[in-house]
């Protein structure tokens, strides 16, 4: 079962500022993402959300799981001392 990957807005607005050498790193492991989902109870963060998270290097990747309609929605992107900042 594979899932379709959506962005938020500012998410694209993020990837564009980013390193290339990151940005590489980052879409594999969103694609990878997207293929297999790993284990649910590992991803999800703490807390009362729906946030899931995974590791790119020092990028931390903070998303949400749809099953219903098969999506995947990225909700932020960055650094990892400053991506849980704001999160909403």
């Known amino acids: 079962m594979t899932y379709t990957i959506k962005f938020r807005p500012a ?3 993020n990837l564009r500022a980013l390193p290339q050498k990151e940005l590489i790193r980052i879409k ?5 993402l ?3 989902l790993p284990d649910r109870a590992t991803t999800k963060m703490k807390g009362n959300n ?3 998270k995974i590791r ?5 990747i903070i998303y ?3 099953d ?3 999506v995947i929605l990225v909700v932020k992107i960055g650094h990892r001392k400053d991506i849980y900042k ?3």
């Open 11 to 13: 998410v694209e607005k």
């Open 68 to 70: 219903d309609i098969l």
């Open 28 to 32: 594999r492991k969103i694609e990878s």
């Open 34 to 36: 997207a293929e297999k």
């Open 64 to 66: 949400e799981i749809h």
């Open 56 to 60: 790119s290097g020092n990028y931390r």
């Open 86 to 88: 704001h999160l909403s």
């Open 50 to 52: 729906n946030f899931h």
